[in-house]
Structures are given as structure tokens and as C-alpha cells.
């Protein structure tokens, strides 16, 4: 007769075992899981501005560096910080320059800033005969006030109803901004002209301050217009700021200028969030004409709440794995790291405990055939008759039937054996004429 082999293990309840435990970690991926945001996107839309303007190439320095991350930065052209907040809130950019002043009466609530990132100041142009210190002077006259949708247009206008001037008589309001309003104020077409960073660049800056009969308004009120509009700040111009050999200007005027915010979605990733704080720290970063080194860009709000994002990368820099490794890698790692949390914490102690669990499973089976043998054996203290006694012996077999039919890995057969020789002992306890024990159930007795 061929003998069916015993196993060690009792596979079916090494499964029971294991199943809750991966189930319980599958479960806490899951979870973990929809609370973790997908892979950052590769492509990326900002709103710039005109063509020329200082907005265009400060989208462009962007593109530039998040380009080396592998990130497509699509520049969208517009008239300036009115029309990027518009193209904003109406998701057709995911991140805009918007100069602080510039605002929404609503749409706004999803936005947030990546941090204020340089100073932008408006600079009035105009020909006179002798220096004004007034706004209100450039009543009945001709202005260029920039386009509407520029933040130029929007702080002109502002300053400009400020000062009481409206347009109507001989105040005249031109849409024209950067060339088009330089062009216009050296061929006498115009008296004045507001311009500014958004919707101009530099070098219009120096050609009207070259330019003969031309002057550069000086803000002597500018504390009060600091204290009035909130949103400016006031600073100075030393002479020979634009040009040293011909000392432009001549004297020191005082200034003022609104910064200018990243702003974004706030459901932008928090991956991109850091790549565009990190581009801007080296696009705004150096020292200017208009700033000191390492004073922009700088976590503090002004319209719009900051990124809760952006303030950890102005508090902390970049994580540990962004920071050593190449984006796409440092992404991975990231959303990786996240998905082995469960893992550790749920799984790695659970297969630790699977042993333990494994084995009273099995013992279990053994162990519950110890209450029937009590039972039984306190029952032959008691006095009966003989069927009484047969009916015990039968349960008994019953139960010695059940353990001899159990499936018992080897692991554990010896206690198995250990509870066929306990059925003995209460067996001998039944019997008449008791057989003589083995030595353990002597001890046992």
C-alpha cells in the first residue's frame, strides 16, 4: 500500500492567513492612492504679453529654464496684466504675470501667487516746457494710456481719476502702449504717455529719456500716493541711472511701481509649482536697475492668497529627491515613496505577524477538542450506569475519529500525537479495567 506523503505546511491555511494582510495593504494603497496627485503634466501654458515688453521676455527666460526639466512652456501673447488675469480665470493659461492692482470683482476664487517676482514701475513721459509736479497739470491733454486689457491701462486710469482728470474737452485717453506711444509722443501726437514693464521694455525707456524735449515725471507726492493705493511702492531714481556719460536723468526723481505676481491655478501641481519659484529665483533674483539682489522674488501676498506650495519652497527649498535628482525621476520617486508608506507601515508588519497567526490557526483546531476531552472527563467522576459509560466511550471515539481525520501539517503533528495520547488517558478513565499508561500519561496523572 502506497502512502500519501504529509506536507509541512498547510497551504490552504498559510492563504487564510496571508489574504487579510494583503488585502489590508491593497486596501491603504487605494486610499493613499486618491489622495495622491497623478505625474506632473510635461506641458504648461503662461500668459506673457506684447510683443517686446519686458512680460514677453521674462515668459521667455521661463520657457527657457523648464525646458531643462523637459517641461514645454507655451507662451500665449496679450496686452498685458488685465487680459492675463482674464486669461486666467477663464483657464485658458495655467500660470499669468499679473501686476498687483490688477484684480477681477469675481472668478478670482481658484486662483493663488507663487510669490511676488519683480518691481515694475510706471514711468510718465511727457513734453513740457518746464518740469510738472502734478498729475492734474496733464489735464487737456492728450494721453496714451496704454491698451485696455494692459496693466498700464488699469493703473493709468486709476492714477489719472486720482488726480480728477477725465477724459473729455480737450483730454484726450490714446490706446497706445510701447512703441506705438513712444512713436506718437516723439512725433507730437501726443503729450503724455504711461508706460510700463507689461506692455513696454527697456530700451523705449532709454530712447525717451535721450529724446530731446522729453521729460520723466517726478512723483514728489509719492508718499502719498504710496499711503493712498496700496498696491504701490515708492523708491528712487539716481541721476544717471539710465546713462552715466550723459548723466540721464540729471537729478533724482522719485518713482513708484506696483510688483508684479506669478499667479496660478490651485490645483497647479506642486511639482511645477517649485520648478516655476525655482525659474523665477533665478530670472528675478539678480540685481537690477530697479532692486536689490535677492530681494525678489519673496512669498508675500498682495491681492491673492499664496500657494500654500510655494510658501514650503520659500520656507525650505526643493524636496530631497528634487533636489538631486532630474525631474522626471524625482517625480517618480516621490509618488513612489507615497505608495510604499501603506506597504511599510501595513504590510511588512502584517507578513511579521503572518507566523504567529499561521500557527493558531492550526493549533486552533487542535486546542478545541480539549474542552470536549474535559467535559468528558469530569462526567466518569460522576456516578452512571453502564450505557451511560458507552455512550461516553462512543463520544469519545467520535472525537479521537476527528483528530485522526484532521488535517494536520508535519510542522505540528507532534502535538497532534500529544492529543491522541490525552483521548488515551480519558479513554483508560472510562474503561473498567484501565490498561496500563505510558509513562507521559503516568505523569500526567
Excluded at 33 to 39: C, G, K, N
Excluded at 58 to 78: F, M, N, T, W
Excluded at 231 to 257: C, K, Q, V, W
Excluded at 327 to 348: H, K, M, N, Y
Aim: no cysteine; aromatic share 8%.
Amino acid at each position: 500500500m502506497r502512502l500519501r506523503p504529509v506536507s509541512l505546511v498547510s497551504w490552504r491555511d498559510a492563504l487564510a492567513t496571508i489574504t487579510p494582510i494583503v488585502l489590508l495593504s491593497a486596501a491603504a494603497i487605494f486610499f493613499t492612492l486618491r489622495f495622491v496627485r497623478p505625474a506632473p503634466p510635461l506641458h504648461l501654458t503662461m500668459a506673457g504679453g506684447p510683443a517686446g515688453s519686458n512680460f514677453e521676455k521674462v515668459a521667455a527666460r521661463y520657457h527657457e529654464i523648464l525646458a531643462r526639466s523637459g517641461i514645454d512652456l507655451q507662451i500665449v501673447p496679450s496686452h498685458g496684466s488685465a487680459e492675463n488675469l482674464d486669461l486666467l480665470v477663464d483657464n485658458k493659461v495655467d500660470v499669468a504675470l499679473v501686476q498687483a492692482g490688477v484684480t477681477r470683482k469675481d472668478g478670482t476664487e481658484d486662483l493663488v501667487s507663487l510669490g511676488t517676482m519683480f518691481r515694475q514701475p510706471v514711468m510718465i513721459f511727457y513734453r513740457a516746457p518746464h518740469p510738472i509736479t502734478l498729475l492734474s497739470q496733464l489735464a487737456g491733454q492728450r494721453i496714451a494710456v496704454g491698451h485696455a486689457g494692459s496693466g498700464t491701462h488699469t493703473l493709468a486710469m486709476a492714477l489719472l481719476d486720482a488726480n480728477g482728470i477725465e477724459e473729455g474737452g480737450n483730454t484726450q485717453f490714446l490706446e497706445l502702449e510701447g512703441d506705438a506711444a513712444s512713436a506718437a509722443l516723439l512725433a507730437h501726437q501726443v503729450d503724455a504717455v504711461f508706460l510700463s514693464g507689461d506692455s513696454a521694455s527697456v530700451k523705449i525707456f532709454r530712447e525717451l529719456m535721450h529724446a530731446d524735449g522729453v521729460r520723466l515725471f517726478d512723483f514728489t507726492q509719492g508718499e502719498a500716493y504710496e499711503r493712498r493705493f496700496r498696491y504701490l511702492n515708492r523708491f528712487e531714481l539716481p541721476p544717471g541711472s539710465f546713462d552715466l556719460g550723459e548723466n540721464l536723468p540729471d537729478h533724482r526723481i522719485t518713482m513708484m511701481a506696483p510688483t508684479v505676481e506669478l499667479l496660478a491655478h490651485s490645483d497647479l501641481h506642486p511639482a511645477l509649482s517649485d520648478l516655476l519659484v525655482e525659474a523665477a529665483q533665478e530670472v528675478h533674483g539678480r540685481g537690477s536697475l530697479m532692486q536689490n539682489p535677492g530681494e525678489f522674488p519673496h512669498a508675500l501676498e498682495h491681492d491673492y492668497p499664496m500657494s500654500e506650495g510655494a510658501a514650503r519652497y520659500y520656507k525650505s527649498g526643493k524636496s530631497l529627491a528634487y533636489r538631486y535628482l532630474p525631474f522626471w525621476l524625482a517625480s517618480l520617486v516621490s509618488r513612489a515613496a507615497v505608495v510604499l508608506l501603506p506597504i511599510i507601515v501595513v504590510l511588512i508588519p502584517g507578513m511579521r505577524f503572518a507566523p504567529y497567526l499561521y500557527g493558531w490557526r492550526i493549533r486552533r483546531r487542535i486546542y478545541k477538542h480539549y474542552g470536549e476531552l474535559m467535559a468528558l472527563e469530569r462526567a466518569v467522576l460522576e456516578p452512571m450506569t453502564d450505557e451511560q459509560r458507552a455512550a461516553l466511550v462512543e463520544q469519545l471515539d467520535k472525537i479521537e475519529k476527528a483528530v485522526v481525520g484532521m488535517k494536520t501539517p508535519g510542522a505540528f503533528a507532534d502535538q497532534a500525537y500529544i492529543l491522541r495520547r490525552h483521548i488515551r488517558f480519558v479513554r483508560d478513565s472510562l474503561t473498567v479495567g484501565p490498561s496500563a499508561p505510558d509513562d507521559e500519561v503516568t505523569v500526567m496523572r
